[in-house]
């Protein structure tokens, strides 16, 4: 049976590629789900569409990319809000057990069943602001078993809904209660034990490290990166978000897909992760939600060149939140980004971010 063709016609059209073109007048056409033609309006070649759609100038883009979430969890952390609003800080409320290892708890007493189910909302509030691929990180289990777990429901949701799910594992997301005080034993095995495993069933598409004094040092993210390039899974990193402990050097030395919050980074980095091709994730609802003062180095990234990503963060902590369109506002609002710098970080540069550029 051949494929239906449609003209899109009287479109406004931001068409996100390496030109960045904004046209006025534009027009496309589709032979089933594929994009054959784009252009302007006056230009369109000859055809003979099955169906003519009269957008009446309104604003078509590409499909929306959220490259940075923690949106398979479980239970929430509504109490630390009110804390922080007391005066205590994220570093504080982690090292007392609060924090991530609060939504451990939670997540290793839920089933398979039920993270899906707790998932399902917060992934359909995304696609309905025209999110159509989307990352999601592990983190929240740091056992082999629950690791799994959080990673084969975040592929069960990709088969469930239309949308193309990348599943990062970061297992090395605080040291877990089992391995507490042998941040290294810990370290050693998810690089050499966990990693081979879940990379063989297929759970794993990146490995991310949270790199910060709450977390792991540069030397310990160091192991778990040279593990991931000997098996070829790309890494990310989270860095420089609380202090700079120097992560994104070594994330740029291992041309990291990305890294992400980056409010303690400086020139240095920014030119390092230009060098390097990563792209610098911002997430400024975990900024607001913590209320931080300082600020990604904005206009050190654009001055190297550096790829700028924009993402939610939805997570059940610092940023609890299932709208990229907040977080796009946020980014202009908060950081300074310009409204095309905002979509080209939903867009463009988050499949950058996601090893999904072509």
């Known amino acids: 049976m051949a494929e239906t063709v449609k003209l899109w016609r009287n479109a406004r059209l931001a068409t996100c590629d390496a030109q960045a073109r904004r046209i006025e007048r534009g027009a496309f056409v589709t032979r089933g789900a594929r994009i054959e033609w784009v252009g302007e309006e006056a ?53 007392s057990g609060g924090g991530i290892l609060s939504s451990v708890r939670a997540l290793r007493a839920a089933s398979e069943e039920q993270l899906f189910e707790q998932s399902v909302p917060r992934l359909a509030a995304l696609l ?77 598409d990146a490995v991310d490290v949270f790199c910060e ?54 020139e240095a980095e920014a030119q390092a992760l230009a060098r390097a091709g990563s792209v610098a994730v911002l997430l400024p609802v975990a900024f607001y939600c913590l209320a931080d003062t ?17 993402a939610s963060d939805c997570n059940p902590g610092s940023a609890p939140g299932t709208s990229l369109l907040t977080a796009m506002s946020m980014a202009t609002r908060l950081f300074g980004l310009t409204a095309d710098e905002a979509l080209l970080g939903v867009t463009r540069h988050a499949a950058q971010a996601l090893g999904l550029g072509g």
């Open 294 to 310: 300082h600020k990604p180095p904005v206009a050190a990234l654009r001055a190297a060149g550096t790829a700028m990503a924009v």
């Open 43 to 95: 230009a369109l070649p000859e055809l003979a569409p099955d169906e003519v759609h009269d957008l009446q100038g309104a604003w078509v883009t590409p499909g929306l990319i959220d490259c940075h979430t923690h949106l398979v969890f479980a239970g929430n952390r509504a109490a630390e809000y009110a804390e922080r609003l007391r005066g205590r800080s994220y570093e504080e409320i982690a090292r």
């Open 128 to 204: 309905a602001e025209g999110v159509t691929s989307i990352e999601i990180k592990s983190g929240y289990g740091l056992t082999l078993a629950d690791e799994a777990k959080m990673l084969r429901v975040a592929r069960a949701l990709g088969r469930a809904f239309p949308v193309t799910v990348r599943t990062t594992l970061l297992a090395a997301h605080t040291v877990p209660p089992e391995y507490r005080a042998r941040a290294d034993d810990y370290i050693d095995t998810v690089a050499r034990e966990w990693l081979p495993q879940l990379v063989r069933e297929g759970l794993v």
């Open 213 to 266: 004094r709450i977390a792991f040092t540069p030397p310990q993210a160091q192991r778990l990166f040279e593990a991931a390039r000997a098996l070829g899974v790309p890494v990310k990193m989270h860095a420089e978000q609380l202090s700079n402990l120097g992560g994104s050097l070594l994330a740029a030395r291992f041309q990291a897909l990305s890294c992400d919050h980056l409010e303690y980074a400086s």
